[in-house]
């Protein structure tokens, strides 16, 4: 088992910033692919970032890319999504999420793991 929590949501304005960070604690942690999900009400939930078990390499969903970055620190357990540049259709929840795989994987019957979620607003 693998227990996810996330914090640092919030409201910001658009053009502004926020870090989301995600603890994780139960097996070892190096061993996960970790991703970022978000739900807006009414939609599906949708791929936002994936970064792969070393930190090396990391993919994005289009509508993201250039304006967010993932960074995981598996000394402490921990991975993070910086988001700049918010603009109001990135409000949604955000989720931190889990797969052993090796592969990049997008969709999210692929995570075996979730956290519960933190609500993101960004206001125009």
């Known amino acids: 088992q693998v227990q996810l929590v996330e914090s640092g949501g919030g409201l910001v304005q658009a053009g502004g910033s926020l870090r989301l960070s995600c603890a994780a604690s139960?097996?070892?942690?190096?061993?996960?692919?970790m991703g970022w999900f978000r739900q807006a009400p009414g939609k599906e939930r949708e791929f936002v970032a994936l970064?792969?078990?070393?930190?090396?390499?990391?993919y994005y969903a289009e509508s993201v890319k250039g304006r967010f970055t993932i960074s995981r620190d598996n000394a402490k357990n921990t991975v993070s999504l910086q988001m700049n540049s918010l603009k109001p259709e990135d409000t949604a929840v955000y989720y931190c999420?889990?797969?052993?795989?090796?592969?990049?994987?997008?969709?999210?019957?692929?995570?075996?793991?979730w956290g519960q979620g933190t609500q993101v607003t960004v206001s125009s």
């Open positions: 139960g097996r070892t942690f190096s061993n996960f692919r």
């Open positions: 999420a889990a797969t052993p795989s090796s592969r990049v994987v997008v969709t999210p019957p692929a995570y075996n793991y």
């Open positions: 970064i792969s078990q070393s930190g090396g390499s990391a």
